[in-house]
T-cell receptor, first 113, second 111 residues
Framework: DAGITQSPRHKVTETGTPVTLRCHQTENHRYMYWYRQDPGHGLRLIHYSYGVKDTDKGEVSDGYSVSRSKTEDFLLTLESATSSQTSVYFC????????????FGEGSWLTVV | QKEVEQDPGPLSVPEGAIVSLNCTYSNSAFQYFMWYRQYSRKGPELLMYTYSSGNKEDGRFTAQVDKSSKYISLFIRDSQPSDSATYLCAIVNTGGFKTIFGAGTRLFVKA
């Protein structure tokens, strides 16, 4: 258990509304990540953070923004949700073992109708 | 061409069978290799980690890496119904800053 909590775990929202997913970690890890997982695409990196207020884009960042104002919290925002953003979202951290092993949270299931 | 290729399955085996799960990768810059297990509606959990060619055992699980062929495998001996899950391979580049996941193979072990 890497001490990762995601909220909300499940959400249904309407197209065009903003949505924020929260990731909270308790073990002071420097690196945090947001992935989405979709059938046929696997896990794809949306954004990541390497410190407070230090973030960068992943491979599928369009339509998403992130913020990290505290070490323990990493927020993912969908500015105007679209149906293509219906997915399961995983927050993750990396530990300091060689190879930067990734540990995941339990996931947030988002449905955009 | 994807950087990591993994057959999505599904793979169905009887209880007690030996299971072989495989991935291929295209870039020799990737030096660290991991296998994750993901149960339905759960997050992926780290199962095995290795950074060298050869075999690594952990109980019923063996991870095998062949860097010359860019081929990684996970073997499960004496498979159990509780092993039914999706198994994802992951590769990490030398600097440790880029992780690529396979699409995952769904495994069903029938009692």
């Amino acid at each position: 258990d890497a001490g990762i909590t995601q909220s909300p775990r499940h959400k249904v929202t309407e197209t065009g509304t903003p949505v924020t997913l929260r990731c909270h970690q308790t073990e002071n890890h420097r690196y945090m990540y947001w992935y989405r997982q979709d059938p046929g695409h696997g896990l794809r990196l949306i954004h990541y953070s390497y410190g407070v207020k230090d973030t960068d884009k992943g491979e599928v960042s369009d339509g998403y923004s992130v913020s990290r104002s505290k070490t323990e919290d990493f927020l993912l925002t969908l500015e105007s949700a679209t149906s293509s953003q219906t997915s399961v979202y995983f927050c993750a951290i990396t530990t300091t073992v060689p190879g930067n092993t990734i540990y995941f949270g339990e996931g947030s299931w988002l449905t955009v109708v | 061409q994807k950087e990591v290729e993994q057959d999505p399955g599904p793979l169905s085996v009887p209880e007690g069978a030996i299971v072989s799960l495989n991935c291929t990768y295209s870039n020799s810059a990737f030096q660290y290799f991991m296998w994750y297990r993901q149960y339905s509606r759960k997050g992926p959990e780290l199962l095995m980690y290795t950074y060298s060619s050869g075999n690594k055992e952990d109980g019923r699980f063996t991870a095998q890496v062949d860097k010359s062929s860019k081929y990684i495998s996970l073997f499960i001996r004496d498979s159990q119904p509780s092993d039914s899950a999706t198994y994802l391979c992951a590769i990490v580049n030398t600097g440790g800053f880029k992780t690529i996941f396979g699409a995952g193979t769904r495994l069903f072990v029938k009692a």
